[in-house]
């Protein structure tokens, strides 16, 4: 078969209509171009300006490796003891396929090979040459999968690049809201064993780290990769990404689309591929956190968790597990209350801009990095008087909060629920 017969199998297979394209990406698109023979030393030129030569071996070990994984050819089959016929073939064609663009500009006559600038002439020499070695070259496409050197990942128009987030900590490192965390902690266990595949629907107010949360969680159970997704996503490109992850069955992925507004996205490619008429594959778990509350007709295709409103109770519930962290199994409700008048006295003081899970977390940091500090409140807390955290100031706080976000009308349809209650 001739390279450009391997590179027609490999990275333009027909589609339903039985017609082929070329790959919207780049590099691949000007490989596919050059490959029909046609103005090589311009293509050869823009191509060097587009990628050097010491990425193009990384980049085209990847999509050989995408590639056949959208053959059904997974990693397991790659490093099987005896290759299938199907591993074998398609194998082969990539062997064709670097052979022969290795060898591509020494093979232009010299008239043409003068036009190519320095780099255009060096592109392909980073290639290795296998010498028909289909085991070695199978071991480097297995080197290239991505889903194997990391575990969250940014997706952008199709592309998967892998980020490191900075608020992933250890799920024990988070602290009151017990409800919240066990359904994380089942949920995630769940889907990693295969139980479900559920959709998650987290809502809270800002600040009470739904993000960390959601990350640290499902990275606490092994052979999850969580995959961050544009929100354009839910509406454009869903049935893409959803084609592309379930060839990989052999991982479990957390489709994250974070912070998004309910109230702005159109609803449609989600309602009908999520409990509608399809059914995402069971390696694939979409999860959505939002400010806001998710419409009844998307809360009924999912698990709703909803945070309670960050209070007096639930500031001195997180200082208490905080404090069980030292070893304190059960701490003096005079520090822990201390400590909660501490921080809502800092608020007063403008040290803080919200009363949240998130600022709380940030004065209590304070006490992990200063043991004086510990054991100044434990001084403190054996005083005669105890200040307790002011319950007018949070309820004034996520009153107000709750007004900007949601509007007036919110706020007197809760005051009439309480009313009710009473």
Not at 17 to 36: F, H, K, M, N
Not at 217 to 233: N, R, Y
Not at 245 to 266: E, G, H, T, Y
Not at 338 to 357: D, I, R, V
Request: glycine residues 6%; hydrophobic residues 40%.
């Amino acid at each position: 078969m001739t390279a450009r017969a391997a590179y027609t199998l490999l990275f333009m297979p027909s589609g339903s209509t039985g017609e082929s394209r070329l790959p919207d990406d780049p590099v691949l698109s000007r490989l596919g171009i050059l490959l029909q023979g046609v103005e090589r030393v311009p293509l050869l030129n823009d191509l060097a300006r587009h990628i050097k030569n010491t990425q193009l071996p990384g980049k085209i070990a990847g999509e050989l490796f995408n590639a056949l994984v959208s053959y059904g050819i997974l990693p397991e089959d790659l490093q099987s003891a005896v290759l299938s016929d199907d591993a074998q073939f398609l194998l082969q064609n990539s062997l064709t396929l670097i052979d022969t663009l290795r060898q591509l500009p020494d093979s232009l006559p010299e008239t043409e090979a003068r036009q190519l600038l320095p780099s255009a002439r060096k592109l392909f020499d980073r290639l290795p040459d296998y010498n028909g070695d289909i085991r070695r070259l199978a071991g480097d496409l297995l080197a290239a999968d991505p889903f194997i050197s990391h575990r969250v990942f940014s997706c952008s128009r199709g592309n998967f690049l892998p980020v490191n987030p900075s608020s992933l900590k250890d799920i024990s490192n988070f602290f009151g809201f017990p409800g919240v965390r066990l359904a994380l902690q089942e949920h995630f266990k769940n889907f990693s064993t295969g139980k479900t595949s559920l959709p998650l629907l987290i809502n809270s107010l800002p600040g009470y780290g739904k993000t960390s949360m959601v990350i640290s969680f499902a990275l606490s159970v092994p052979g999850t990769v969580v995959i961050l997704a544009d929100p354009e996503a839910l509406e454009e490109s869903w049935q893409m990404l959803i084609t592309t992850l379930s060839k990989r069955q052999d991982r479990r992925f957390v489709l994250f689309f974070d912070d998004i507004d309910p109230r702005a996205v159109n609803w449609y490619t989600f309602r009908t591929n999520v409990g509608g008429a399809f059914t995402p594959p069971g390696n694939i778990m979409p999860v959505l956190t939002a400010n806001y509350e998710f419409p009844p007709s998307i809360l009924s295709r999912g698990r709703r968790i909803s945070y309670p409103v960050f209070d007096e109770e639930r500031c001195l519930e997180m200082i208490e597990d905080f404090l069980g962290t030292f070893g304190m199994k059960k701490p003096p409700r005079n520090i822990v209350s201390l400590m909660g008048a501490e921080y809502t006295e800092e608020f007063g003081q403008k040290k803080f801009t919200e009363l949240s899970p998130r600022t709380l977390m940030r004065h209590l940091d304070a006490y992990s990095q200063d043991p004086r500090k510990r054991k100044q409140i434990v001084e403190l807390a054996g005083g005669g008087m105890i200040t307790k955290p002011d319950a007018e100031l949070f309820y004034e706080f996520n009153i107000e909060l709750m007004r900007s976000l949601y509007g007036e009308e919110y706020i007197q349809r809760l005051l009439k629920e309480r009313l009710r209650s009473l």
